[in-house]
């Protein structure tokens, strides 16, 4: 009995410490961005208060990477402009877990902590089960790389950043065919993921559409999938000379080094999730030699520089398309903000149907880090040019 | 006369239980309309519900039959799936939510329920733990085939398809996705409500404590004792745990149905092994074979992780903690003590009453 009472005292007390640390690591990180926002609430006076952004993504499970990125990314916006003084931002970011159960009870927390613009989600099928409560609640939402169609459709208050699914499909197939990348083309994707099966379908219907010839389509269950070799074997024996890989960099990784080691070298293709390959941990950058993606964002970029530069200070990696698509987000939020006018007394359903009315009218453009000149439909897709590049010398060059 | 004795015990316990889940219900809907209740605890009332029904289905399979299942997630994706196509394509026909919510559980349940004799038909009739490999084996395949199905709606009615969505040929202005892959179910239209969650506890309750009183539920439980003795008394092993079996899977089913219209998109990933493990949790946590307990349970492990948000980063850490506390403290020699006491006051005080009774009886 005195064992059982001083073990549960003990748990207590390491809860206890380790909440004290949570709270110490949250409010450590969040801490440039709240002084900032104090000293220059102080300073605009009369505008006061700060606008509430609930985000939302996987900040823990398989999908951490993804979460994290468009986390960060949006930290490092919002501590820019808080330092410009003007509109200030606060942001709370709840974890899903990638999982729409979980990204419901996050959106609840946040509309509990008062939330008044919705930063999220990351994953497709999280930002799906939330859109439905962000569209009957009526709070803007934003989401940096749910790409599905299933996100927007039938909804006016979700608006995306990232190119949707279909889209990239139709234009990565269009810009083989235009650049002449090649003639056979074998798929191989991931069945279990919308992003990658989304893209798949409408790149199969364009190829169809524009006689890309599609010699062989094959795809594995889930992106901790280690062997690819049936795959692999199936589009070398078909005689493919692309291979387009419509998935996330990590099983693309080891596509890559399969073939190297089975001796087969097609031209690789790939979309936005291949974007990250060259900075995951002990991957031989030589394998990705020729390899060509279509992504937003390029970290070698002139324009891009401050942002990876910051990134990287503050957290020690280079930032991929995720984090750039964050980025933008903040700055997208905080152009409609300023162009109409709001202030952080509103409340979330006035913000809303002005931010929809901001973000559809014909004159509102945002020059971001993943592309100038981004216009919005009132589908809430994004409207920007997508950048082809090839990886050369261990680095992304233009095509 | 002993015999009459321990109904009414038994019946005691199921009232208190009956109790408890109707006070829950009240305390918390005048909470509710009182707008007392945050957010974040009303969006997690329907889910509560459906793992609370899971739990009580998987503890009748783990607890009174005395097997595994792991893969208790498989139903409840059988039964949200095809639930959550029902109520969708159903519509127009019905207007009625409530009754849509009804005919969906009851179709989510039936084709739970073939899918737990197809598992259970051969696999129950071996000694040992092979349920619970084909059941995981069966959670697994069902999360991979769900992965491929689309379903969609036009004019010219419903489209199925194990390709992709290009292949199912609908008609491009009316066409309208249902369940789309990878994707799960999309744009439903929510219709589960906590008060519809809160009748299919009461309804499971009801059924399972019934079942555990029955013929057949006491030759389940026998079996689980010994099987040797049961079977030496002409009980068909097999065919009554079948039952069991079949009544676990449709409960799960109906939980599944009801979970999937709460939520306007599900994958399919989300029933996956750990689903199936996190509601195993439940009931071992809960007390294998004690239904209140994984009432109990289910409520508290699945509102716990949300209420450690505050602790962020450390917040799995802190609920993983929690959980070890938790099993050490029902573990506990504590505990038992305070148990065997409670038992043996219980004991003494129906001693007493039957003394009494007896002396009663032998003045008259």
Same mark, same amino acid.
Request: charged content about 15%; some cysteine.
């Given at each position: 009995?005195?064992?059982?009472?001083?073990? *549960?005292?003990?748990?207590?007390?390491?809860?206890?410490?380790?909440?004290?640390?949570?709270?110490?690591?949250?409010? $450590?990180?969040?801490?440039?961005?709240?002084?900032?926002?104090?000293?220059?609430?102080?300073?605009?006076?009369?505008?006061?208060?700060?606008?509430?952004?609930?985000?939302?993504?996987?900040?823990?499970?398989?999908?951490?990477?993804?979460?994290?990125? %468009?986390?960060?990314?949006?930290?490092?916006?919002?501590?820019?402009?808080?330092?410009? #003084?003007?509109?200030?931002?606060?942001?709370?970011?709840?974890?899903? /877990?990638? &999982?729409?159960?979980?990204?419901?009870?996050?959106?609840?927390?946040?509309?509990?902590?008062?939330?008044?613009?919705?930063?999220?989600?990351?994953?497709?099928?999280?930002?799906?089960?939330?859109?439905?409560?962000?569209?009957?609640?009526?709070?803007?939402?934003?989401?940096?790389?749910?790409?599905?169609?299933?996100?927007?459709?039938?909804?006016?208050?979700?608006?995306?950043?990232?190119?949707?699914?279909?889209?990239?499909? %139709?234009?990565?197939?269009?810009?083989?065919?235009?650049?002449?990348?090649?003639?056979?083309?074998?798929?191989?994707?991931?069945?279990?993921?919308?992003?990658?099966?989304?893209?798949?379908?409408?790149?199969?219907?364009?190829?169809?559409?524009?006689?890309?010839?599609?010699?062989?389509?094959? %795809?594995?269950?889930?992106?901790?999938?280690?062997?690819?070799?049936?795959? +692999?074997?199936?589009?070398?024996?078909?005689?493919?000379?692309?291979?387009?890989?419509?998935?996330?960099?990590?099983?693309?990784?080891?596509?890559?080094?399969?073939?190297?080691?089975?001796?087969?070298?097609?031209?690789?293709?790939?979309?936005? #999730?291949?974007?990250?390959?060259?900075?995951?941990?002990?991957?031989?950058?030589?394998?990705?030699?020729?390899?060509?993606?279509?992504?937003?964002?390029?970290?070698?970029?002139?324009?891009?520089?401050?942002?990876?530069?910051?990134?990287?200070?503050?957290?020690?990696?280079?930032?991929?398309?995720?984090?750039?698509?964050?980025?933008?987000?903040?700055?997208?939020?905080?152009?409609?903000? &300023?162009?109409?006018?709001?202030?952080?007394?509103?409340?979330? /359903?006035?913000?809303? &149907?002005? !931010?929809?009315?901001?973000?559809?009218?014909?004159?509102?453009?945002?020059?971001?880090? %993943?592309?100038?000149?981004?216009?919005?439909?009132?589908?809430?897709?994004?409207?920007?040019?997508?950048?082809?590049?090839?990886?050369?010398?261990?680095?992304?060059?233009?095509? | 006369?002993?015999?009459?004795?321990?109904?009414?015990?038994?019946?005691?316990?199921?009232?208190?239980?009956?109790?408890?889940?109707?006070?829950?219900?009240?305390?918390?809907?005048?909470?509710?309309?009182?707008? !007392? +209740?945050?957010?974040?605890?009303?969006?997690?009332?329907?889910?509560?519900?459906?793992?609370?029904?899971? *739990?009580? $289905?998987?503890?009748?399979?783990?607890?009174?039959?005395?097997?595994?299942?792991?893969?208790?997630? #498989?139903?409840?994706?059988?039964?949200?799936?095809?639930?959550?196509?029902?109520?969708?394509?159903?519509?127009?026909?019905?207007?009625?939510?409530?009754?849509?919510?009804?005919?969906?559980?009851?179709?989510?349940?039936?084709?739970?329920?073939?899918?737990?004799?197809?598992?259970?038909?051969?696999?129950?009739?071996?000694?040992?733990?092979?349920?619970?490999?084909?059941?995981?084996?069966?959670? &697994?395949?069902?999360?991979?085939?769900?992965?491929?199905?689309?379903?969609?709606?036009?004019?010219?009615?419903?489209?199925?398809? !194990?390709?992709?969505?290009?292949?199912?040929?609908?008609?491009?202005?009316?066409?309208?996705?249902?369940?789309?892959?990878?994707?799960?179910?999309?744009?439903?239209?929510?219709?589960?409500?906590?008060?519809?969650?809160?009748?299919?506890?009461?309804?499971?309750?009801?059924?399972?404590?019934?079942?555990?009183?029955?013929?057949?539920?006491?030759?389940?439980?026998?079996?689980?004792?010994?099987?040797?003795?049961?079977?030496?008394?002409?009980?068909?092993?097999?065919?009554?745990?079948?039952?069991?079996?079949?009544?676990?899977?449709?409960?799960?089913?109906?939980?599944?149905?009801?979970?999937?219209?709460?939520?306007?998109?599900?994958?399919?990933?989300?029933?996956?092994?750990?689903?199936?493990?996190?509601?195993?949790?439940?009931?071992?946590?809960?007390?294998? #074979?004690?239904?209140?307990?994984?009432?109990?349970?289910?409520?508290?492990?699945?509102?716990?992780?949300? !209420?450690?948000?505050?602790?962020?980063?450390?917040?799995?850490?802190?609920?993983?903690?929690?959980?070890?506390?938790?099993? +050490?403290?029902?573990?506990?020699?504590?505990?038992?003590?305070?148990?065997?006491?409670?038992?043996?006051? /219980?004991?003494?005080?129906?001693?007493?009453?039957?003394?009494?009774?007896?002396?009663?009886?032998?003045?008259?």
């Amino acid at each position: 009995m005195k064992k059982v009472l001083s073990l *549960a005292l003990a748990c207590t007390m390491l809860v206890s410490v380790l909440a004290g640390c949570g709270g110490g690591a949250s409010s $450590a990180s969040s801490g440039a961005a709240a002084s900032g926002a104090a000293s220059s609430a102080a300073a605009s006076g009369a505008e006061g208060g700060v606008f509430k952004i609930g985000g939302i993504g996987p900040t823990t499970g398989s999908a951490a990477v993804y979460g994290l990125a %468009t986390k960060q990314g949006a930290e490092i916006a919002i501590e820019e402009i808080n330092a410009l #003084g003007g509109v200030q931002f606060e942001m709370n970011y709840q974890d899903d /877990q990638a &999982e729409g159960e979980k990204g419901v009870s996050a959106y609840n927390t946040l509309k509990d902590w008062g939330m008044q613009i919705l930063y999220g989600c990351t994953t497709s099928g999280s930002c799906a089960a939330v859109a439905a409560e962000s569209y009957n609640d009526r709070i803007f939402q934003l989401t940096p790389s749910a790409s599905s169609t299933d996100v927007t459709s039938g909804r006016d208050n979700v608006f995306q950043v990232c190119f949707t699914d279909p889209n990239q499909g %139709t234009t990565a197939a269009q810009y083989i065919v235009d650049n002449a990348l090649g003639t056979k083309v074998a798929v191989i994707y991931n069945n279990a993921d919308p992003y990658s099966t989304g893209i798949y379908t409408a790149f199969a219907a364009k190829a169809s559409e524009i006689g890309l010839e599609i010699v062989s389509t094959t %795809t594995f269950p889930s992106d901790t999938t280690t062997d690819f070799s049936v795959q +692999l074997t199936d589009a070398k024996s078909a005689g493919a000379d692309l291979v387009f890989l419509p998935i996330y960099y990590t099983p693309a990784s080891l596509i890559l080094a399969q073939a190297k080691s089975m001796g087969y070298a097609p031209n690789f293709f790939g979309c936005d #999730g291949m974007d990250g390959i060259l900075t995951l941990e002990g991957f031989d950058t030589s394998l990705a030699e020729g390899l060509m993606l279509m992504t937003p964002f390029n970290a070698a970029d002139e324009g891009s520089k401050d942002f990876v530069t910051k990134y990287a200070a503050a957290y020690g990696e280079e930032p991929n398309q995720f984090a750039a698509d964050g980025y933008d987000c903040i700055y997208a939020i905080y152009a409609a903000i &300023e162009k109409a006018g709001l202030t952080p007394d509103m409340d979330a /359903q006035t913000i809303c &149907e002005k !931010m929809i009315e901001t973000f559809t009218a014909s004159d509102f453009s945002v020059d971001g880090l %993943t592309g100038s000149g981004m216009t919005w439909s009132t589908a809430g897709e994004v409207s920007k040019q997508p950048v082809g590049v090839k990886v050369t010398d261990g680095v992304y060059v233009n095509m | 006369m002993l015999q009459k004795k321990k109904f009414s015990d038994y019946s005691r316990s199921c009232i208190v239980t009956y109790a408890i889940v109707i006070a829950a219900f009240i305390i918390i809907s005048v909470l509710k309309t009182m707008g !007392m +209740l945050s957010s974040l605890l009303s969006g997690l009332l329907v889910p509560v519900c459906a793992y609370i029904v899971a *739990a009580i $289905a998987l503890n009748l399979t783990v607890g009174i039959m005395g097997e595994l299942s792991l893969g208790h997630a #498989g139903f409840m994706s059988v039964g949200c799936f095809s639930g959550v196509l029902v109520a969708q394509s159903l519509a127009d026909v019905i207007p009625f939510a409530p009754v849509r919510l009804v005919v969906a559980m009851v179709i989510g349940a039936l084709l739970a329920g073939v899918m737990g004799i197809i598992i259970g038909v051969p696999a129950l009739r071996l000694k040992g733990d092979y349920l619970a490999i084909v059941t995981l084996a069966f959670g &697994e395949i069902i999360k991979n085939l769900m992965q491929c199905v689309y379903v969609g709606k036009d004019v010219n009615g419903l489209h199925f398809g !194990m390709k992709d969505q290009m292949a199912l040929g609908m008609d491009a202005a009316t066409g309208k996705m249902l369940i789309n892959g990878p994707m799960g179910t999309v744009s439903v239209t929510k219709i589960s409500t906590f008060t519809s969650g809160f009748v299919l506890i009461l309804i499971t309750l009801f059924l399972v404590f019934n079942f555990m009183n029955s013929r057949t539920g006491r030759a389940v439980m026998a079996l689980r004792d010994n099987r040797i003795a049961a079977e030496s008394v002409g009980i068909h092993s097999t065919k009554v745990k079948l039952i069991a079996f079949l009544f676990s899977a449709m409960l799960a089913g109906a939980a599944g149905a009801l979970y999937g219209l709460n939520y306007s998109s599900i994958g399919p990933v989300k029933f996956d092994y750990n689903t199936s493990i996190l509601i195993l949790v439940f009931v071992v946590l809960g007390g294998i #074979g004690n239904m209140r307990g994984s009432i109990i349970a289910a409520a508290i492990l699945t509102v716990l992780p949300e !209420m450690l948000r505050e602790f962020s980063d450390y917040r799995m850490l802190a609920y993983a903690i929690l959980l070890i506390v938790m099993m +050490l403290a029902n573990n506990s020699k504590f505990k038992k003590n305070f148990m065997e006491k409670r038992n043996l006051k /219980q004991l003494e005080r129906k001693e007493a009453a039957a003394r009494k009774e007896a002396t009663e009886h032998g003045n008259a």
